[in-house]
């Protein structure tokens, strides 16, 4: 893959949107994993299994994605085009792109063929990471990550009573949800839970409706 510097595109259109960098965003997950190294940081169920990883996983998951993602020539000329529904490797990969200094953005996650391929055109990604579409330039979490003990993340859903756990039901398909997740997640340092929400132990300690309050908030 040749690496070039990219010129910035006219304003996008939606369903596409750039990803500013957060403030402090990689700050505060330093310091998260500084100061609650072992508090929960995210869940997510998968094939009937709840994962998780802890604030000191999250931290140690962005550096080697970041790795993985120079090796396959990112840098701070790359754009990374992110889409689908909110789940950690999605969160994970924003994260080690911004690291880098790289552009990353988001596209709805329900186009037509027709539309994906007027707005990937109009973006020109050096890299993509959609779990339900086959993209040009698309990235193999895996492959990024390396190897990993799988057991390590295999958790049962279990909320410690000094710990607050918030629910996300966005996917790139709302319009600014993903900054507002981050930004939450990362400004709280609150655990944050992505699966079947009637499966959710102690609904007091979770919060629907993320997405909403944020922007309220702004």
Known sequence: MSVHALKHPLALEWPAEWLDPLPNGLEHLHHWAQTTPLHTALRHKREGQWYAWRWIDVSRDVERLADGLRQQD??????LALSGAFEPNLLLLALAAHSIGGQVLTLADSLEPEVLEYHLRRIRPTHTYAR???LDNGLDFAELLGPVDPAQYLTRWWQPSDETALWSEQSTQSRGALAAVLEQWLSSGHGFAFGD???VAAPGNWRQRLYEWALAKR
């Open 74 to 79: 990112f840098s701070e000329h790359s754009r």
């Open 197 to 199: 929400r009637p499966e």
């Open 132 to 134: 339900h579409w086959s």
